[in-house]
């Protein structure tokens, strides 16, 4: 199953980079992180900046375990490839759980609607991230915890830390989970490495390394109060993400304190005044995948055991309505997912032709490029690329500009890239290629 997964993510992945779909925000942005990681320089994003050191933005000193793979095969789809393998071996120890306490039929049912679940697509359509790291530490820590295997749960969620600054509340609420399940101490002690870790990488590491010399995410959680509780579950969108994550599973993670570890994520993402961590896009929902779904496996048996108590003669029915429901959800999820889109002769059209390709390939390798969001990452592998339209400035002028002429509406709306297309002679540049819809100009003077 898990080789299956990772076949399906690896194929919608390149697909969609292989035609030009994947953009500079952000797997250029983890490209250039990652190409600095490999060759032993501090981890810059020009994307995001010149000099901006992306441990100042988000705290994910684990992707330099990644720099030896990527110094073997440079290049964008070496990190796609990571991510879906990262995602494929995380359905073993879900599905490993749910057919442990749910037997092989429904586990195994179980275990193919988590790895075709709508946060783990989202998150696989959505370039690369090091959510998709997260997402394994996760799935193993939350079947260790079932099986009350105290201290490799442990050891599992540690790694969490150096994901992402804001994982120190996800190994908190773990341990608050085998306070309540297991040896107190144990789950106090990673309760309080958790919450100490968030707050020592949110308030003094992120602040030092960052070029403002701020946590720069931390005002997405300012703005007026008012009622926490109306502010939490308001607008109606955060209701209909909670209701996406609980009904592939017929919400019987309900029934389950596993779901307690997914707390965190929801409160940290509601609780922002950023709309985009509010819905079922992007990547924020992966990690709360394999939560969910191990909280499901783990409330079958509970709920089976009532059944047979207050409806006996329907709960021999169970396990067949859960899977009918659980495999009927996918069906209908499938018809408009990503990887349904593999099945459209829309998803394999290019929308960068070879044509188009063919001008960027011009550009000499170790060069230094201002290039549009929806090039940037077919150059990040071999030059310093810097976002258009806000560089070139007249104190950063690339060797090279490469824009999407007629612009389309990207990061920047397309006024604003066409008024910085305009300012380029007056900033030295010079006209040298066009073909199709991509321009290139180069620095002459």
Known sequence: MAGIAFVLYELLSVVRHITGRTTGFDLGIFEQVVRNYAHLNTPVSELKGPGVNILGDHFSPILAALGPVYLLFPGPITLLTVQAAAFALSVVPVTRLAIGTCGTRLGGILGAA??????????VVFDFHETCLAVVFVAFCVERLY????????????????????????VAAIGMYIVLRGPKKLGALLALVGVAACCLTMLVLIPHLNVYGQNTYLGHASGTVGNPLVRLIMPVQKLETVLMLLAPTAFLALRSPILIIALPTLAWRFWATNPAYWGTDLHY??????????????????VHATLRTALPRYSGQFHLAIGAWCVTFVVLLSAHSPIGELFRAAAWRPVLSSTERGTLATIPDQATVAAENSLAPQLTNRTTVYLFPEYPTQRLRPDWVAVVDPPVRGLAPADQQLAAIRQLPALGYELTDRREQVSLYRLTR
């Open 114 to 123: 988590y790895a075709l679940s709508w946060g783990i697509q989202s998150a």
């Open 147 to 170: 099986r009350q295997e105290w201290w490799a749960a442990f050891a599992y969620a540690l790694p969490l830390l150096l994901v992402k600054e804001d994982l120190g509340l996800t």
């Open 285 to 302: 929902s992966a990690v709360l995948m394999p939560v969910v779904f191990a909280a499901a496996a783990t409330a079958v048996p509970r």
